[in-house]
């Protein structure tokens, strides 16, 4: 079992960068594929990013490719989101998941994730 840590959250202007870290506890992170996921407001939870559990492979929404990074550090069990040329339509609640994984999926659902941090709010103003 892993239990999962978001910060990172905050309020920024339309055009600036956040960067979102998740730290998880355990020793085996790196038997974990992990992702990023995010909620506003009456609307679903959606993916945002996810990573194999080397750091090798990536995959990315659409809405945030070429924005948003997703890495990871095996070293100190941690995934981060670095976020630049956000938008106010990337307001919402941001969540790390881990999923157990043998090799790689490209998991973009929340079903295929068995962990959950409790989240980090971001906010972008106009």
């Known amino acids: 079992q892993v239990q999962l840590v978001e910060s990172g959250g905050g309020l920024v202007q339309a055009g600036g960068s956040l960067r979102l870290s998740c730290a998880a506890s355990?020793?085996?992170?790196?038997?974990?594929?992990m992702g990023w996921f995010r909620q506003a407001p009456g609307k679903e939870r959606e993916f945002v990013a996810t990573?194999?559990?080397?750091?090798?492979?990536?995959y990315y929404a659409d809405s945030v490719k070429g924005r948003f990074t997703i890495s990871r550090d095996n070293t100190k069990n941690t995934v981060f989101l670095q976020m630049d040329s956000l938008k106010p339509e990337d307001t919402a609640r941001y969540y790390c998941?881990?999923?157990?994984?043998?090799?790689?999926?490209?998991?973009?659902?929340?079903?295929?994730?068995?962990?959950w941090g409790q989240g980090t709010q971001v906010t972008v103003s106009s």
């Open positions: 998941a881990a999923a157990i994984r043998v090799g790689w999926v490209v998991g973009t659902s929340p079903v295929e994730y068995e962990y």
């Open positions: 990573i194999s559990r080397s750091g090798g492979m990536t």
């Open positions: 355990g020793r085996t992170f790196g038997s974990y594929q």
